[in-house]
């Protein structure tokens, strides 16, 4: 009765500990995608689980205290099995006086320290971030060598059969009982190496069941209530676990027994709870690795994609400032995909989509890598510099997954971000603002309003910017956003036009560039990257046969060129390339709503 007390102590302390985590992963995940426009469906998840964060922000002392309390409950349960002394509940003449008690008491808290250490150490430990709390990766071997030092130092002092609390001890240590000390200083080494393999084996666990439930289980690249409540079961049954594992081994490796037996009545326990953690664990690995693409190296593997990827291409970067050298810069056309345990490359070309929207209409809730593929094809159009096409891709993953699906909010607020700063109102685009604007379909948010308001605006719509302002201002936006945010007549709107020519000397006819207009900011003298094509790119074209280009339905602003050409053309080990007829900056307004750059020639 005693043995199942102990372990359901340490149990019940685990548990409290893992859910407290779980409950720190909420507060700090939820908020940061409150102020995103989503689907409704998304949205209504989400309402049944905001009480959570008032649940741990409003209370987070108490959950703290409760923390201490089960791990101090767990330390203390576990040195009573450790050593008898540290029972000071009852004062008799026969008990050890006050500072023995104290000194085995002290001394044992340096043990658990140094297996805190340890986990810390094991480049697992707990690592709270901007957008999560989640295991680290960086083994630190100091730091390991550290806490098994303090385990073993804690164990000689406070065990019996080391100096028992005694520090005089350390003055006389006896050659008579050199074996004794010995097989103390072992038990404090194997404590310290299970808690290492213990860290080891739940950060493992962790990453495996959290790619689990968000990949395959959750039927969702984001918010699932389903989602969250197995995530925080996860973090109770692994803090649990990790206890047990622990906390469970001290009474197993003392070598003090209360009773005869004492020590088997531990350890046959403790070995099958060892061993049910490995069947199970093995077990549930065993049909992940056969059911959910677990066994694959990647996407590109699982979707039966190129691995050769396709040629890079050379940006041709000239900025505003026509006197400022022109930068070749290499463009690789492959698109990323993944998030924090799982990431890669897929090449950037027709067949790349095509086989993965195959791939989507197979696997979508039997694959590891469905959010990888979804995650993609969104990166294949930045590559490509067509962001006006993130939208496609959302009606694309929405047909083959269905409505049901959970979309990448992420991909989402990318969209928008585009269509209200960057992108040229046509027809496409402002079909694709309307879609988002869209009460029945997305929850919008006073932020999300306010930002498609100004949307609408670039688009020469200020009777819809004023509605969606009406409803930031239902949704309780502050007073000084709406006036920051006030919407003029919009009669600055003019539907501008920027068209010339560019060739590239000695290449063959026919050669076909991607000229990209982007909008100005600052001196613009560094090349654009993926992560400022959102908002940075307003519209790409491919020249025609005869090197021509034609942007239309421009809103005013300034804007500037650039050049994505082949390497074969345009090779990125060219020591420089001169180019005539920079336009420099492009000034769409009013006034001058038509502009004619004319001929650019690139000359390597």
Request: hydrophobic content about 45%; glycine content about 8%; proline content about 5%.
């Amino acid at each position: 009765m005693r043995v199942f007390g102990y372990f359901s102590i340490l149990a019940v302390s685990g548990a409290v500990v893992g859910g407290v985590t779980g409950l720190i992963v909420f507060a700090i995940a939820i908020p940061s995608v409150m102020n995103l426009s989503m689907p409704i469906e998304m949205a209504d998840n989400l309402a049944r689980i905001r009480p959570m964060i008032p649940l741990f922000t409003s209370y987070k002392f108490l959950w703290l205290f409760l923390s201490v309390v089960a791990l101090m409950a767990s330390c203390y349960t576990s040195l009573n099995w450790m050593n008898s002394k540290a029972r000071i509940i009852v004062w008799s003449k026969e008990c050890p006086t006050r500072m023995h008690v104290m000194s085995v008491m002290s001394s044992f808290f340096l043990v658990i320290v140094g297996l805190l250490t340890i986990v810390q150490n094991t480049g697992y430990g707990f690592v709270a971030s901007d957008e999560a709390v989640l295991f680290g990766n960086a083994m630190n071997i100091p730091g390991l060598i550290a806490g098994a030092v303090l385990c073993v130092l804690g164990w000689f002092i406070s065990s019996p059969d080391g100096l028992d609390g005694d520090l005089r001890g350390f003055w006389s240590l006896s050659r008579d009982h050199r074996s004794k000390y010995i097989r103390a200083a072992a038990r404090g080494m194997a404590l310290a190496l299970i808690t290492f393999l213990v860290a080891l084996a739940v950060a493992h666990l962790y990453t495996f069941i959290f790619l689990l439930i968000t990949k395959v289980w959750t039927y969702s690249s984001e918010i699932a209530l389903g989602g969250y409540v197995r995530l925080f079961t996860a973090h109770s049954l692994l803090g649990a676990m990790s206890f047990l594992m622990v906390f469970g081994a001290i009474p197993v490796l003392s070598s003090e027994g209360f009773l005869p037996g004492t020590r088997r009545s531990f350890a046959v326990p403790y070995l099958g709870m060892v061993a049910i953690f490995i069947v199970g664990f093995g077990g549930l690995s065993s049909y992940a690795w056969s059911h959910y693409d677990w066994k694959a190296s990647g996407l590109t593997e699982v979707a039966g994609l190129n691995p050769k990827g396709s040629p890079e291409m050379t940006l041709v970067h000239m900025g505003t400032d026509p006197a400022a050298n022109v930068k070749l810069v290499s463009w690789p056309m492959s698109a990323w995909y993944g998030g924090v345990f799982s990431d890669g490359d897929v090449p950037v070309d027709d067949a790349t989509s095509e086989k993965l929207a195959k791939f989507l209409s197979k696997k979508k809730a039997t694959s590891r890598f469905r959010d990888d593929a979804v995650s993609a094809m969104a990166h294949i159009y930045m590559v490509r510099w067509e962001p006006q096409h993130l939208s496609t891709s959302f009606e694309t993953v929405r047909t083959i997954m269905g409505p049901s699906y959970g979309i990448s909010l992420i991909h989402l607020a990318s969209s928008i971000a585009f269509l209200t700063t960057a992108a040229p109102a046509s027809s496409p685009n402002i079909k694709s603002l309307e879609g988002f604007s869209d009460t029945k379909i997305y929850n919008i948010p006073w932020r999300a309003a306010i930002r498609l308001a100004k949307g609408w605006w670039r688009f020469g719509r200020p009777e819809r910017a004023r509605e969606l302002l009406e409803l930031a201002k239902k949704g309780g936006a502050p007073e000084d956003e709406l006036k920051k945010a006030a919407i003029s007549s919009g009669k600055n709107f003019v539907e501008g036009r920027v068209r010339g020519k560019v060739r590239v000397d000695g290449a063959p006819n026919g050669t076909r560039l991607k000229v990209g207009l982007y909008l100005s900011r600052g001196s613009n003298s560094t090349p654009p990257s993926l992560r400022s094509l959102v908002t940075g790119l307003s519209v790409s074209q491919w020249t025609k046969e005869d090197g021509s280009f034609d942007f239309s339905n421009l809103p005013t602003g300034e804007y500037y060129l650039s050049i994505l050409a082949p390497s074969s053309v345009v090779p990125q080990t060219a020591k420089g390339v001169v180019v005539s007829g920079r336009p420099g900056l492009i000034r769409v307004s009013r006034e001058k709503a038509s502009q004619n750059t004319g001929t650019i020639s690139l000359k390597i």
